[in-house]
């Protein structure tokens, strides 16, 4: 579900559903520094106590309410615009920070929130762990353009119960945050048969945060003193992870793990 896809997608709902307009944009968000509000009312990144009772009333009306967290303004106006002509889903409030997403769906009380891990500067699988600690009630559905078995891992072990690849069908949205709603595990086709086809690196959560703390331009020191083990230890780890993934050294074992999603 690129861009294109997407805003091609919410161009032609406009244009092939004039009928429906009035009642479109009293039901649609703009965005304004893309911070969704209402026509209107001041710009803000959630939805103020009025906001909040509207949600309150369309969980009444069985409308699913969702939170959208998209670091990119236009990509994300897109997928509002798209979103709104659904009748059975509104987004309640679209933001572009993790603070700003917790507060969001804690003040909506959210049906699902809508995470793109692929926001640059911040960690959008981190993101899903607080919403499950914050909200458990909130279904996250994450969008990703990484079509790897890593990337399947690491939503399910984030508590994420969905995970879209952006190049998906615009239809294949909807349809998923029908789904996760209603308390379905969705996974796209795509994501599902790499890993079925993927072989596993077998390496520890802890072998794991080592390497990640390696690519991330840490000295052994560092590492060490971050996961209270010794220099000695952090050397061992190294080792370990370079010879089960067959690799010339460090660099070669962290490319070969970010290629296929884990990191």
């Known amino acids: ?10 161009a032609d709902a406009m244009q092939t559903r004039a009928p429906m307009q009035a009642t479109s944009t009293a039901r649609a968000q703009v965005a304004t520094g893309y911070a969704v509000v209402q026509q209107g009312m001041p710009p803000s990144v959630w939805a103020d106590e009025a906001n909040a009772a509207r949600a309150e009333e369309l ?5 699913i309410r969702v939170v959208l967290a998209e670091s990119l303004a236009l990509y994300g106006g897109a997928l509002v615009a798209l979103l709104s002509y659904e009748r059975d889903i509104q987004v309640v409030a679209a933001v572009r920070s993790d603070g700003d997403a917790v507060a969001a769906v804690t003040r909506t009380r959210a049906d699902v929130a809508i995470i793109d891990v692929d926001m640059s500067g911040r960690d959008g699988f981190a993101l899903s762990r607080r919403l499950h600690e914050a909200a458990p009630q909130c279904k996250v559905l994450v969008l990703t353009s990484s079509v790897t078995p890593g990337t399947l891992r690491r939503a399910l072990e984030a508590h994420a119960q969905g995970l879209v690849d952006k190049d998906a069908p615009a239809s294949w949205l909807s349809e998923s945050i029908r789904r996760v709603a209603g308390g379905e595990r969705v996974v796209d086709p795509k994501l599902a048969i790499a890993a079925l086809e993927s072989d596993t ?11 990640r703390r390696a690519a991330q331009g840490e000295s052994v ?16 780890y190294l080792s370990k ?23």
Do not use: F, P
């Open 1 to 10: 579900m690129n861009y294109r896809t997407v805003s091609q997608r919410a």
């Open 59 to 63: 969980r009444r009306q069985g409308v």
């Open 201 to 211: 690196h077998n390496l520890t959560q802890r072998e794991l945060e080592v390497l």
């Open 221 to 236: 020191r560092e590492i060490a003193s971050r996961l209270c083990l010794s220099d000695g230890t952090v050397r061992n």
């Open 241 to 263: 992870i370079i010879g089960k993934l067959g690799a010339r050294n460090r660099i070669d074992a962290i490319r070969i793990v970010r290629d296929s999603g884990w990191l």
